[in-house]
């Protein structure tokens, strides 16, 4: 099993900045990837952001040069720096982790809101 807790959301007008902040516990050997997706009251969950135990990252068009998916191996923590940010990105925001296996994991969400 793997646990995943979410840290970072909260309130910020257009324009700024949040980093959301993963941390993984637990069997987290076999994961060969994580990420972060989102939902908005009204839509389905949609990715955000994955970056594989090989270092390749994938990043959803909507986010594409404001937003970085990064790692720190030591501490087991993902981490998404979120700049220049949009109305249309206020969701709750969900880490992700995924097994050779396709298992999934997720975190229990951290609410984002952009709004002036």
């Known amino acids: 099993q793997v646990q995943l807790v979410e840290s970072g959301g909260g309130l910020v007008q257009p324009g700024g900045s949040l980093r959301l902040s993963c941390a993984a516990s637990?069997?987290?050997?076999?994961?060969?990837?994580m990420g972060w997706y989102r939902q908005a009251p009204g839509k389905e969950r949609e990715l955000v952001a994955t970056?594989?135990?090989?270092?390749?990252?994938n990043y959803a068009d909507s986010v594409k040069g404001r937003f970085t998916i990064s790692r720190d191996n030591a501490k087991n923590t993902v981490f998404l720096q979120m700049n220049s940010l949009k109305p249309e990105d206020t969701a709750v925001y969900y880490c992700?982790?995924?097994?050779?296996?396709?298992?999934?994991?997720w975190g229990q969400g951290t609410q984002v809101t952009v709004s002036s």
């Open positions: 637990g069997s987290i050997f076999g994961l060969v990837a």
């Open positions: 970056l594989t135990s090989g270092g390749s990252a």
């Open positions: 992700n982790g995924r097994e050779v296996t396709s298992a999934m994991y």
